[in-house]
């Protein structure tokens, strides 16, 4: 029980990036079932994209939206954060996997949303493999400034999902909403009316 109270947080966050995996067994059950290149196996295809590019993007979201809700609200919790932004890189790195099944890796590099979305992935390798405390009490300073590459990592992701012509704009609303909440005159009025 102690457990849970103490770590409510992070494991609500693990259990949400899990769950959507059940659809996405069944849509890889029916492609396997069917074959890649039926029908049914096509339209699974699609909706794995749909899935997984859809829980990256959103996860990728929540993370860059953690410091202006500390603004706004007071509230944070640096390993709920971490767990986010594992959550993020590991979604995103199923989409590309998928990519790389149904359609091959070097198509990656024949349209230039693909390779927004690629370099977005390569960002994400090193904020994942540094998204715990131990890499954060190593690198300390250096921690923060190689974490900051994640606001590089969504405008690339928002521009590979702006091409491909989907639902793009919430996400850039919520984001640049952030951005404005961050800039020092905004932050320092905010955290006035909070402490006040
Ligand atoms: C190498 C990297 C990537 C490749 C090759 C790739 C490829 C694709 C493909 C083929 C689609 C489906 C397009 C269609 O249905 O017409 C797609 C959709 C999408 N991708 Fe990516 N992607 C990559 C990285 C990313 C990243 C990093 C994110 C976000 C963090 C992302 C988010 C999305 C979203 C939200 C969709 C739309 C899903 C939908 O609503 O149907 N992708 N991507």
Redesign the pocket.
Known sequence: MKFIKKNYGWLIVTILAILPLIPLSNMLNTVLVNGITSTEGENAI?ML??????F??R??TAVLTCTPFFILFGVNNLFVRQAMGIT?AV??FL??II??W??GFL??FTQV??????I??LI?IPLFFTSNRKSMKKMKMNWKKLQSYAYL??I??LL??AI?E???LIYAIIVGLGFIIRIPIVKNRFLIIRTK
Do not use: R
């Not at 994209?49 to 859809?54: A, C, K, R, V």
């Not at 949303?113 to 690629?118: D, E």
């Open positions: 699609g994209y749909h899935i997984s590019g859809e990256a993007i996860w990728m993020t979604w995103s989409h590309f990519f790389i149904a359609d198509e990656t949303n693909y390779v927004a979305g690629f977005a992935v994400l990592a969504i690339l992701s590979h999902i491909l989907k639902t793009y």
